[in-house]
């Protein structure tokens, strides 16, 4: 028998790699049970972000609550026909019925260059003096 046949055939060495093959499968085990909740995890969060969205609650029409002849005196439309909200263009109770169903809540950010006016969220739109400071 030759030395690399009797290595191969040796009692310790077969224990050896069948404590390592145990080794390696415990660990492929463990790793797919990780593997597995992550991915059951992951599913019902985007379960329960889809559920947010889809409550049997039905989005009303543009119709329904724009009226952009209203206001003939401001642009109400872009130039691909998106609506420009303005006070007298929307029917307040319309929105606030659909919003209040899906519980979220809507705010606004407006970013203006460095000595811009900027209109304020007051009753008639007042014009907020020029900041000059950080």
């Given at each position: 028998?030759?030395?690399l046949a009797f290595l191969f055939t040796s009692p310790k060495l077969?224990?050896?790699m069948t404590s390592q093959r145990k080794m390696m499968l415990?660990?492929?085990c463990a790793l797919s049970l990780i593997l597995i909740k992550y991915y059951f995890r992951l599913t019902l969060h985007l379960q329960k972000?889809?559920?947010c969205w889809n409550d049997q609650v039905e989005e009303p029409q543009l119709s329904a609550w724009f009226n952009s002849a209203n206001r003939s005196d401001v642009i109400t439309t872009t130039n691909w026909h998106a609506p420009i909200i303005w006070e007298g263009t929307y029917n307040r109770e319309v929105l606030e019925k659909y919003y209040k169903r899906l519980n979220i809540t809507i705010g606004l950010a407006v970013i203006a260059p460095a000595g811009a006016f900027?209109?304020?969220g007051g009753s008639g739109g007042e014009r907020k003096a020029p900041h000059n400071g950080p």
């Open positions: 028998m030759s030395a077969k224990d050896r415990l660990i492929l972000m889809y559920g900027v209109l304020t």
